[in-house]
C-alpha cells in the first residue's frame, strides 16, 4: 500500500514540476526574444529540469522494485495452516511476444 502512496505522490509531482517546466521554458524563450536574458529562471529552469529527472528515476526504481518483489502469498486456514489440495502460483508466460503474469489462487 505504502508503494502506491509513493507512486502516486511522485507522479503527480513529476506533472507539477512538467508543467513548471513549460511554464520557465515559455518565459526563457520570450525572454531570449526580446534579448533579455534573465539567468535567475534559467538557472531556476535548470534546478527544475533536474529535479524532474530525479523524481522520474525514482518513479521507476520504485515500479521496478515492486515488479522484482511480486508474489502471491500461500493460502492458509483459519488456524494458519496450509490446505492440501491448495493452489497458490505467479506464472509468467510469453504472450504475443510479450510477458505477462498470471496469478493462479484456489
Known amino acids: ?3 502506491i502512496i509513493i507512486f502516486f505522490f511522485l507522479t503527480v509531482l513529476s506533472v507539477a514540476v512538467l508543467i513548471r517546466i513549460f511554464i520557465l521554458l515559455a518565459y526563457c524563450v520570450i525572454a ?4 533579455k536574458r534573465n ?9 527544475t529540469v533536474i529535479f ?3 523524481t522520474v528515476i525514482l518513479n ?4 521496478t522494485i515492486s515488479q522484482l ?5 500461500r493460502i492458509v486456514d483459519k488456524n494458519g495452516n496450509m490446505p ?3 493452489i497458490s ?18
Open 60 to 63: 521507476a526504481g520504485l515500479i
Open 89 to 106: 502460483k505467479l506464472i509468467k508466460l510469453d504472450l504475443n511476444g510479450r510477458k505477462q503474469w498470471i496469478s493462479i489462487r484456489g
Open 39 to 47: 539567468e535567475k529562471k534559467f538557472i531556476s529552469l535548470k534546478k
Open 52 to 54: 524532474f529527472i530525479i
Open 84 to 86: 492440501e489440495n491448495s
Open 32 to 35: 531570449r526574444i526580446r534579448k
Open 1 to 3: 500500500m505504502i508503494q
Open 69 to 73: 518483489a511480486a508474489f502471491t502469498p
